[in-house]
T-cell receptor, first 115, second 111 residues
């Protein structure tokens, strides 16, 4: 089945130690998103790729970076994780063209713990 | 600034009865509204949507109502089934690829 895969599902890192979360998709979708969801809060868009074009949300901290080496893969790099970065990180994809809002496919998320 | 709000973090309903989930928004530019459903250990999945030019959209047991003047939408599930127990997210967009989400409502359907 076509899907969005996130690895690892659980990630523990130390305060200030860089960490990378990965997302891969078999849907061949052009658009990929990264969301941050803290406990009992709404998922918050960090950035998205429209094909190779990177779009950063204005309030996304500089500590968060992303790479998309090809259509299938997208990475979220947190350069110096703080305790406030502990959250669920959701990756999503959607096809280009038409209305993307109702065609976002989400991965299961990576839960990040910062010690 | 939270533009989409779900003020009820949880809802408990008996099997067979109606579940009503509510969502309020502040951005009058939103023109498309969606509900997502999320089971534990899975990502959210699209459930139902409605355009701002409509006030109702129905899909089987699920109906979404939109009241633009009140900036309010609701999701009705009739009849509620045990498999409907999940977290439901309201979301909205402004004719682009970005979604603004609410914090979610956890629905528990009691047998």
């Amino acid at each position: 089945d076509a899907m969005v895969i996130q690895n690892p599902r659980y990630q523990v890192t130390q305060f200030g130690k860089p960490v990378t979360l990965s997302c891969s998709q078999t849907l061949n979708h052009n658009v990929m998103y990264w969301y941050q969801q803290k406990s009992s809060q709404a998922p918050k868009l960090l950035f998205h790729y429209y094909d190779k074009d990177f779009n950063n949300e204005a309030d996304t901290p500089d500590n968060f970076q992303s790479r998309r080496p090809n259509t299938s893969f997208c990475f979220l790099d947190i350069r110096s994780p703080g305790l406030g970065d502990a959250a669920m990180y959701l990756c999503a994809t959607s096809p280009m063209g038409g209305r993307a809002a109702d065609t976002q496919y989400f991965g299961p998320g990576t839960r990040l713990t910062v010690l | 600034d939270q533009q989409v709000k779900q003020n009820s973090p949880s809802l408990s309903v008996q099997e067979g009865r109606i579940s009503i989930l509510n969502c309020d928004y502040t951005n009058s530019m939103f023109d498309y509204f969606l509900w997502y459903k999320k089971y534990p250990a899975e990502g959210p999945t699209f459930l139902i949507s409605i355009s701002s030019i409509k006030d109702k959209n129905e899909d089987g047991r699920f109906t979404v109502f939109l009241n633009k003047s009140a900036k309010h939408l609701s999701l009705h599930i009739v009849p509620s089934q045990p498999g409907d127990s999940a977290v439901y997210f309201c979301a909205a967009s402004v004719n682009d690829y970005k979604l603004s989400f609410g914090a979610g409502t956890t629905v528990t359907v009691r047998a």
